[in-house]
């Protein structure tokens, strides 16, 4: 039987290889839960086996680049398949992540110091809502000032 490219021999194979197994164990790490349980075999209890299924999740993501995504196994080493060309780089636009740098690049430029704020996305409609809010509480406390 011929391993697919890229598949190591050994523990944690069947991860490298299938993405649903992975997504799943993802899930499993963020919750905290067996696997078994997540698949609504278990009791909550942890098995042998999902305790070896956690540590070989652990093992991969370790061999995982966390900048490109990729591992090491994915690339030519020297070999005669074609793993060299398994990725190709692509330019991607992301419109939010541009106007959060336009708008961290226009903090750059004011006259206040931009050290500790942060630039981040929230829906237009809970911006106006805010806005609103701060304007009437301003028309409140103006209100409050002229009473005393």
């Known amino acids: 039987m011929e391993r697919a490219v890229g598949v190591a021999p050994g523990p944690g194979k069947r991860l490298i290889a299938d993405a649903r197994l992975r997504g799943e164990l993802e899930l499993c790490d963020r919750w905290g839960i067996p696997h078994s349980q997540f698949r609504g075999l278990g009791t909550g209890e942890w098995t042998s086996r999902d305790r070896a299924k956690a540590l070989a999740y ?3 993501q370790r061999s995982v680049c ?3 995504g ?3 196994e994915d690339w ?3 070999g005669d398949d074609d793993t060299e060309d398994a990725y190709v780089a692509v330019t991607h636009l992301c419109i939010g992540c541009r106007v959060i740098a336009d708008k961290q690049d226009s903090l750059k430029t004011d006259d206040s110091s931009s050290h500790g704020k942060k630039v ?3 829906p237009a409609a809970v911006h106006a809502a805010t806005e609103a809010m701060k304007q009437l509480q301003a028309k409140q406390r103006r209100k409050f000032e002229d009473d005393e």
């Open 120 to 122: 981040l996305l929230i």
């Open 76 to 78: 030519d080493q020297g």
């Open 58 to 60: 652990r093992d991969y």
């Open 66 to 68: 966390s900048q490109c």
């Open 70 to 72: 990729t591992r090491a």
